[in-house]
């Protein structure tokens, strides 16, 4: 079975660009979650989606944004890109809220 | 709100040497606690887990206790190999109910080079 799918792998913006990032979840799997990792830290929480809906929201600006389709593949948009926003993002997949996580090997974005 | 702590790296082993990484944590109500691994230029692996205290979480020679009295989840191997030079992140869920929905929580991460 496939894992969790992230695409693109690498991507390098400029400020005040836009990006949309995309994953794949786990066939199966209901709940995606988008992380974001600066270089040298642990990943930080940004979004929960399940069943299209979303369930969290961690402490990001307005900037960023998503969303969950019916196939449950997920879209993180990130606008007026800052060069803060140079990070790795990382997509997590679960059956379930609560349940554990499968991560994606992230798309990882350089804003110049 | 809920946090993680982990000991200050980078730790540097030789192979065969034992290991900890100790991990304490802050939450309300009954967290599940995570040990994840991330090799260069690669995501998360879960290493191992446990979600209620006294719990031992086991994979690949390593093992976690959760120790609710402490509010810790150490992480040890008795023999360490090159093969196992990573960053290791311990991390907690909130359990999904009510207002929580099963958030992970990191630590910052602690760097593991072991030397042949």
């Known amino acids: 079975d496939a894992g969790v799918t ?13 990006v949309t990032l995309r994953c794949s979840p786990i066939s199966g799997h209901k709940s995606v979650s988008w992380y ?19 369930r969290g929201r961690g402490n990001f600006p307005d900037r960023f944004s998503a969303r969950q ?16 926003d140079s990070a790795l993002y990382l997509c997590a997949s679960s059956l ?3 349940y554990g996580y499968t991560f994606g090997s992230g798309t990882r974005l350089t804003v110049v | 709100g ?12 030789s192979e065969e040497a034992f ?24 995501g998360l692996q879960l290493l191992l887990k446990a979600t209620k205290a ?9 093992e976690a206790t959760y120790r609710k009295e402490t509010t810790s989840f150490h992480l040890e191997k008795g023999s360490v190999q090159v093969s196992d030079s990573a960053v290791y992140f311990c991390a ?15 630590g910052q991460g602690t760097i593991l080079t072991v030397h042949p």
């Open chain 1, 6 to 18: 992230q695409s693109p792998t690498h991507l390098i913006k400029t400020r005040g660009q836009h």
């Open chain 1, 69 to 84: 389709f019916p196939n449950y593949s997920s879209e993180l948009n990130v606008n007026a890109l800052l060069l803060g």
């Open chain 2, 92 to 106: 907690l869920s909130d359990q999904a109910g009510g207002t929580s929905y099963g958030k992970l929580t990191f």
């Open chain 2, 19 to 42: 290991l900890t990484i100790n991990c304490t944590y802050t939450a309300t109500g009954y967290p599940s606690l995570f040990w994840y691994v991330q090799y260069p230029g690669e």
């Open chain 2, 2 to 13: 809920d946090s993680v702590t982990q000991m200050e790296g980078p730790v540097t082993l």
């Open chain 2, 54 to 62: 006294d719990d031992k979480g086991s994979n690949k020679g390593f």
């Open chain 1, 36 to 54: 974001q990792q600066v270089l040298g830290q642990g990943p930080q929480f940004i979004f929960q989606y399940y069943e299209k809906e979303e």
């Open chain 1, 96 to 98: 379930a809220t609560g």
